[in-house]
């Protein structure tokens, strides 16, 4: 059983208890001040035992207060936003099946746990920048952090004279790792070895190119050649130009870098590496200093990924095929593992995007928070109860839960106020359901294509500007392909829309572009379960859309084409240059490519090829070409055969063996050489039994046992 308690503040929502609660299939009292005086309501449910959905996101906090101060409560509380996804907007009066649809969602059980990936921080900072700004930020977080500076130069004002924390310089030669396990690896290659450092200053008194600064390091390039600051020296010790270069290493659990450019430059930078590149005066600079101060102690993260080898097209005998999760991955957390045929998958660098998830094509790679199966049970929920509660061209809106769900939050708010209606904001339209995500880019065409089958006329994937330059791209090839699947099965309009914005007014013009046109659908909505497994979710789907294809018919099977880079297809073979060797056969993870142990024949099927190409890049004779398309006949789940030839029989035995072409090509080729002459030669003729046979019945042959 589950209790949903829903309030309107102020009466700001046109909310129809009644209707809500026949869609819910529950009573559905009203409330207007539930945080306040009608709290006691809120309490009693808690005890009862039963799941609580709050449909209030404003006083989450103060709700969870009041839970744990009482007595008796026992009830899981969960909390769904209906006001500005639904309830702030000048469709507000058609919203009750769009929120009848977030009550019922929010209604489903939690997902259950995934393992998860910890973290152990001894508060080790390494502060890498100009020498007054990182003493700066170093002063700040000393109290907390053991800090160890990289000094790059002076700054505008260079060290201060009392040494406080250990420095370091030199040419950096890498930083790897992750919160409580970074790595950093220099070479010290200055005159001055600041270990030795006094900061006396008597060799910037000394030196007459002032090439020292008040880092403590020569500058070569204005050094002359007097020496005098070694000789002013000579007592610490410190500087020495004979010295040589020395490669040095130091582990840390914190990296903050003030430089201008960043030394991990990547757009998900990993956990524990914070870039300023203007110092503490940015913007960001306290919240930073902040975030750091609060890094001491052991974390956990979730595991967002499962990766299955077996189903992985990654690559065989060292041939690369499939390389998308490596190539979309903005954390730099998936590298190559050819020798072993599979990617590895860093779990301490991965950031749950879930990216290289939507453009893996045989679903080795899974997304678990949450898992595939949860996220379909909640898409086909909220389709399912939107309709039943008379709702009509349900267009689901996919968005990050933190940039996404903030612009959708505003854009509410800006309806409601009046100084957004004077700007034209209308707010989130009835048809559009707004689906939080851990990240944008975490869902695929397995989940988009099946909420058209369950029943969604479009499905809009938000992005805001935050998300990697890779993951747009990777979202728009993705809904290519999805677009012109379901044009060439005949469902015309637009039902895929990658909305790009970052201000309220762009993303409420943006949905309300999407009833520009009108979306053909199945005319029955499915009903099947999500898989656990990424194609088996898209062979039902498949099924299920190809059912009541308008453009399928019985008289001839339908090929549609579609882009490249699609997880579906067949390849085509040139018979002629064909050899049947088979490498194909061997290459292909998916099964798609079989041979026939009783005959030379190359048979293939459609359904299991997931356009890798591996097959083409194996293929010695290039008589290999990838063909993405969906084949909507019975064929694509049967073997055909693409290649055939007549069987090379032994000149001694008659037995069958290979392939009269490939025989024929290896006898071509190999009839010049000096090692297959004469009876050499006539023993390539025949089978593997009779070779060995004539080899040692023969009289002119020096055989093992005479030497």
């Not at 990924?305 to 499939?322: I, M, P, T, W």
Request: glycine letters at 8%; charged letters at 20%; hydrophobic letters at 40%.
């Amino acid at each position: 059983m589950t209790t949903t308690l829903i309030c309107d503040c102020n009466q700001t929502m046109p909310l129809e208890p009644k209707t809500l609660g026949a869609a819910l299939a529950e009573p559905l009292p009203l409330h207007s001040t539930l945080c306040r005086r009608e709290a006691p309501a809120f309490q009693r449910a808690i005890r009862s035992g039963d799941d609580v959905v709050v449909a209030c996101t404003q006083e989450r906090r103060l709700f969870t207060e009041l839970a744990a101060q009482t007595e008796g409560a026992v009830s899981p509380i969960r909390f769904v936003n209906i006001r500005e996804t639904g309830g702030w907007s000048r469709d507000a009066k058609n919203a009750s099946p769009k929120i009848a649809a977030l009550l019922a969602a929010a209604h489903l059980p939690e997902p259950d746990p995934v393992p998860t990936v910890s973290y152990a921080s001894q508060g080790r900072l390494l502060i890498v920048g100009p020498l007054d700004e990182a003493e700066k930020a170093a002063a700040l977080v000393a109290d907390t952090l053991q800090v160890s500076i990289f000094s790059t130069g002076p700054g505008a004002r260079g060290g201060s004279q009392e040494r406080r924390w250990p420095v370091m310089a030199g040419r950096i030669d890498g930083l790897r790792g992750w919160l409580g396990a970074f790595s950093l690896r220099w070479t010290r290659d200055n005159p001055i070895d600041l270990d030795l450092c006094t900061r006396c200053n008597a060799c910037l008194s000394a030196c007459p190119e002032q090439a020292i600064g008040l880092d403590y390091q020569i500058d070569l390039a204005k050094c002359g050649t007097h020496r005098d600051c070694e000789q002013a020296c000579s007592v610490a010790g410190a500087i020495r130009f004979d010295r040589a270069s020395e490669a040095l290493d130091a582990e840390f659990d914190l990296v903050l870098d003030l430089g201008a450019g960043a030394l991990i430059d990547w757009h998900a930078p990993p956990q524990g590496y914070f870039h300023l590149p203007g110092g503490l005066a940015q913007a960001e600079g306290l919240a930073t200093l902040l975030r750091l101060r609060e890094l001491v102690g052991e974390f956990e993260k979730p595991k967002f990924f499962d990766y299955k080898q077996k189903l992985c097209a990654h690559s065989r005998n060292e041939v690369v095929g499939c390389n998308a999760c490596v190539e979309v991955c903005s954390a730099h957390a998936i590298s190559s593992d050819k020798e072993r045929q599979r990617i590895v998958v860093d779990p301490q660098l991965c950031v749950g995007c879930g990216a290289c998830t939507t453009v893996c094509p045989t679903g080795a790679l899974g997304y678990t928070y949450p898992r595939t199966t949860d996220q379909g049970r909640r898409l086909r929920t909220l389709v399912s109860t939107y309709l039943a509660a008379g709702g009509r061209d349900a267009a689901l809106l996919l968005h990050g839960e933190e940039g996404g769900q903030a612009l959708i939050e505003a854009l509410g708010r800006g309806a409601r106020l009046e100084s957004g209606r004077r700007d034209g904001l209308n707010g989130v339209p009835a048809h559009v359901l707004p689906v939080a995500l851990r990240h944008a880019a975490s869902t695929g065409i397995d989940l988009w294509l099946g909420a058209i089958a369950f029943g969604a006329a479009q499905v809009a994937v938000l992005v805001t500007g935050e998300e990697a330059p890779p993951y747009v791209d990777a979202l728009r090839q993705q809904m290519a392909v999805a677009q012109a699947l379901l044009h060439g099965l005949g469902y015309t309009g637009t039902h895929f829309h990658l909305i790009e914005a970052a201000t309220p007014a762009a993303l409420d013009a943006a949905l309300a572009g999407l009833r520009a046109t009108r979306q053909r659908v199945p005319a029955t909505a499915a009903r099947f379960a999500v898989a656990a497994e990424k194609r088996g979710t898209l062979e039902m789907t498949l099924d299920h859309l190809m059912a009541q294809a308008p453009a399928a018919t019985a008289a001839e099977p339908l090929a549609v084409p579609l882009p490249a880079g699609s997880p579906f297809g067949a390849i085509a073979v040139n018979r002629d240059s064909c050899t049947l060797c088979l490498a194909c056969v061997s290459a292909c993870p998916a099964g798609a490519l079989q041979d026939n142990p009783n005959a030379p024949q190359l048979r293939f099927i459609e359904k299991n090829c997931v356009q890798c190409g591996l097959c083409q890049t194996t293929c010695p004779e290039d008589a290999i070409a990838l063909v993405p398309r969906l084949l909507v006949a019975p064929e694509r789940k049967q073997p055909v055969v693409l290649n055939e030839a007549k069987p090379w029989a032994c000149i001694r035995c008659s037995k069958p063996f290979g392939t009269q072409k490939a025989i024929e090509a290896m006898l071509g080729k190999l009839a010049g050489h000096a090692m297959f002459q004469g009876e050499a030669l006539e023993r390539l003729k025949m089978c593997s039994d009779c070779r060995v046979i004539d080899l040692y019945s023969a009289q002119n042959e020096m055989k093992i046992t005479q030497l």
